[in-house]
């Protein structure tokens, strides 16, 4: 199989997958390294394949549709962190992204695509084995996050349930 044949196989592959498939699932598939499978993938990025990079590992981008919304949160304990993680979650949204704005790079996203409780359990505990990889600390705990949600009365749940709690970031 050429270069060519393997990307289209990639991308057939991530189109019928129902999660989140890693470098070395899929290279294992084709017979070649992790790294020819990265190099693809940015190769089919470039030329405009909606790919996202998940912590889980990489899926088509998921179809717009619903309410998208943008919420400030903030959380400095990783017990907060799991908090709001699970009530977007518990209320039906999914965490598309946490962006945080930083004074060099200017603002700096990370694709999440947390839809459930075992996806945030996944997060939270990759999180606990590299805590400084966090990029709410570069923040005080101060980030951004993109929801997807059925409908604006989710968004609009999940909004009211996270500033009931206190992890609404509010400029004082």
Known sequence: MNAA???????TRLNSAGAPLSASTLAAELGVSR??????????RA?????????????????E???????????RTQEEMRRELYTVVDQGG???DVAVENSLYGEIR?????CNRYDVDNFIR???????????????????????????????????????????????
């Open 5 to 11: 044949q393997r990307r289209e196989r990639i991308l």
């Open 47 to 63: 030329g405009g394949a909606q790919i996202d990079a998940t912590p889980r590992g990489y899926q088509l981008h998921p179809a």
């Open 94 to 96: 999914t965490v598309v």
């Open 126 to 172: 990759q999180a606990a084995d590299a805590p400084e990889s966090l990029l709410s600390r570069m923040t005080g705990g101060v980030h951004l996050h993109t929801l997807r949600c059925p409908d604006k009365d989710t968004f609009a749940r999940i909004h009211a349930a996270l500033e009931q709690q206190g992890l609404l970031y509010r400029k004082e």
């Open 65 to 75: 549709k619903g309410y998208t919304g943008i919420l400030a949160c903030v959380h």
């Open 35 to 44: 790294q020819i499978v990265v190099g693809d993938v940015a190769l089919l």
């Open 110 to 114: 990370a694709t999440l695509n947390l």
